[in-house]
């Protein structure tokens, strides 16, 4: 649907593509004639978020090392969305078992968000995982380092008033689980 706010673009061309992350340079109109250039577009995959939970309200959280912001945080279960993942689904359940070992039968989407609307192309799909149990060994990517911590519910609201849950994407796909269990 065009707006009358809707940039046209007039050209494109991109300075990095690779499967992780393309970076393109954007020759934009405005509606009042202006032209912004460059404008650089960051082009991920989609991605998922999971929040799961265990029989016993406990939710399933990875601790690792982010480059970024080169600290080891606490984060959902989450990832890119592959080729053979034929819906953001099938990608939630094939991250959580590859970087938990736990699965679940009782999977639904809470909500999709946008990480940067700015200067991002892609979404998050977020997932809620109910009472998810342990049925395999992680099977993690060579780049990935991953210990599983298990934590009641109610103590993960303290991680983020205490700094300690930073990821935003995942502090949302928290509200949207919460929202969905009606715990707000």
């Not at 689904?89 to 999977?107: I, P, V, W």
Request: hydrophobic residues 40%; proline residues 4%; charged residues 25%.
């Amino acid at each position: 649907m065009e707006n009358s706010f809707d940039w046209i673009v007039l050209k494109s061309k991109y300075i990095v593509k690779d499967r992780w992350i393309s970076v393109r340079s954007d020759t934009c109109q405005m509606p009042n004639g202006t032209i912004v250039d460059p404008y650089y577009v960051l082009e991920y995959p989609t991605w998922v978020n999971v929040v799961a939970l265990t029989k016993n309200q406990e939710v399933v959280l990875v601790e690792q090392y982010r480059h970024g912001l080169k600290k080891t945080i606490l984060e959902l279960p989450s990832g890119a969305v592959e080729a053979e993942d034929i819906l953001p689904l099938e990608a939630a359940k094939r991250e959580l078992l590859e970087e938990t070992g736990y699965t679940s039968n009782n999977f639904i989407e809470t909500g999709i968000l946008s990480p940067n609307p700015a200067n991002h192309s892609n979404l998050t799909h977020c997932f809620l995982a109910t009472d998810v149990e342990r049925v395999a060994d992680l099977k993690l990517d060579i780049t990935e380092q991953i210990n599983v911590v298990l934590l009641p519910l109610k103590n993960l609201i303290e991680l983020i008033d205490n700094g300690r849950f930073l990821q935003t994407l995942h502090i949302s796909s928290l509200f949207f689980a919460l929202k969905k269990l009606e715990k707000l």
